[in-house]
Nanobody, 123 residues
Framework: QVQLVESGGGLVQAGGSLRLSCAAS????????MGWFRQAPGREREFVAA????????YYADSAKGRFTISRDNAKNTLYLQMNSLRPEDTAVYSC????????????????WGQGTQVAVSS
């Protein structure tokens, strides 16, 4: 079983940047596809970005394309999300997830989830 712990969230002004991290333990990190999802108050959880086990494939939500970059370091058992040009509508709790399937945009394809880290973007 994999445990996931996110960090790096915080309050930032619009146009600013944040780098989220997701530290994995208790499993073979390199065998999992990984994803980032977010949930804003009163809204459903939505896909942000995903990456295959070897970083060969990456997918982004339209809202993240050109601004966010997902990456992973299998030697450090860590997933990252670099977020640039942040907007107030990016405000949400961001969670990382690990799954056995090939990289996916679907939350149900991920088996393990972190608790999330809060990102707040002020205008």
């Amino acid at each position: 079983q994999v445990q996931l712990v996110e960090s790096g969230g915080g309050l930032v002004q619009a146009g600013g940047s944040l780098r989220l991290s997701c530290a994995a333990s208790g499993g073979t990190f390199s065998s999992y596809a990984m994803g980032w999802f977010r949930q804003a108050p009163g809204r459903e959880r939505e896909f942000v970005a995903a990456i295959s086990w070897n970083s060969g494939d990456t997918y982004y939500a339209d809202s993240a394309k050109g601004r966010f970059t997902i990456s992973r370091d299998n030697a450090k058992n860590t997933l990252y999300l670099q977020m640039n040009s942040l907007r107030p509508e990016d405000t949400a709790v961001y969670s990382c997830a690990a799954g056995f399937r090939p990289v996916s945009r679907i939350a149900g394809d991920y088996r393990y989830w972190g608790q999330g880290t809060q990102v707040a973007v002020s205008s």
